[in-house]
């Protein structure tokens, strides 16, 4: 556990590392690059103000009336006896459909029950380590104009759902189920 | 898709308000949300700022080429169709390395070529290929190094170490890619003996 987390905590400063002397090497303007690039990153992130307000508006709703306790109470048996706290279940369902919209539900999950307990940390694997299923498809599928799928959208949801099983196990074990 | 869910959290939440007299707390939620998103997204713009200019470094001194290449000879056995030396390797290959560093907006043009590509090697049909079905797979499990935005979000809401997450990413986004293509290689076997 100790050795995971100094690796997690050392991996960002060294990959910075190599970034800026691989660069400094290959005679890259570093700082001038780095600006550059940078200036995209203010355009993302506002871009995706309007996605996060729809979506945490709608969540918020759904909270506050208090039809999203209704919904875990009535999962919570069946969620606990597989081990999956039911308040991760929404993410579940959308994760696949938007990342946007899971982005703001992880968002909301960090902010309500803390970014380090198990659903805080579970959403945020969840939300690193899949990729939006029905986003892949439609775009890439839809730029290039194929119609029959075959077996994509079948094997892109079953990948998912492994992905979202080896998430919990993986959390589970790394930093107990609290 | 989404545009039904999102309504239907709405709706539920509006109506579920009406009779459980939790109209006044919803109305507030309105707005809280609203607000709390875009502080969110404030949030972002250091993280995401950093990042994609260290990228941009990455980028020109052909360091992701570099990376590319090392993965060159475990991608080629992912796509037996693929012939290794055509234009449909190489994109895949830098849509794999832009999605790895968490450069969505990088990888998605990247992977449109790459499906171009693809669907040239398939003839042109407009059917999916037994490679687009593997490239779709693996996309979709999405192996992710850093996970930028989700440390951005720890860190806003004062996690005490905002970036424990990132060993356990990396390894579920590897378990889950290696599920993703035995998934996929399951069904190819299948699709071949029916």
Redesign the interface.
Known sequence: MAL??Y???T??PL??G???L??T??Q?P?YE??????????K???S??PF????????????????LD?VTNLLRPLMNAIGVPPEIVPLL??R????T?A??M???L??NY???SFI??LA??L????????Y??T???G??????????L???L???L??II??II??AV??GTN | ??NY??VF??I???V??LF?G?IE??N???F???K???T???G??S?????????????????LEKLTKLFRPLVKRLFPEVPPNHPAMGYILSNMIS?MFGL??AA?PL??KA??EL?KLNGGK???SRS??T???I????I?I??T??IA??M??????????????I???I??AI??VL??RY??YR?RKG
């Open positions: 995971i987390s690796v997690s905590l991996f960002i990959l910075i190599l970034i800026l691989y660069g090497y290959k890259v570093t690059s780095f600006v550059e690039g940078g200036k995209e990153g203010i993302i992130a506002v995706i103000i996060l307000v729809g979506m945490m508006v709608a969540i918020s709703v759904f909270r506050a009336s208090g039809a209704a369902f959308i696949p459909i938007s990342g919209a982005l703001g992880t968002s909301d960090i902010a803390g970014p380090d805080g940390r945020s694997v939300q690193g380590s899949t990729d939006t299923t029905f892949v498809l775009v890439y599928f730029a290039v104009g194929i119609k029959k799928m075959g077996d994509a079948k094997v892109g079953l990948a998912d492994v992905g080896i998430s993986v959390v790394l930093f | 898709m989404v869910i999102w959290m709405t539920i939440g509006i579920f308000a459980n939790t707390a919803v507030k939620a309105v809280d949300g609203a709390e998103a875009v969110l997204c404030i972002l713009i993280v995401l700022v950093f990042w994609l200019g260290m990228m941009r470094i990455a980028e020109e001194s052909g360091l999605n969505g907006n998605t992977g449109i499906m171009e669907k407009n059917s999916a687009m079905i490239f779709l797979a996309n979709t499990a999405s992710t850093i996970p935005t989700v979000i720890r806003t809401y004062h996690s005490v170490s905002p970036t424990e997450i990132v060993v356990p990413t390894i579920t986004t378990l889950s599920g993703a998934i996929d069904f190819y699709r």
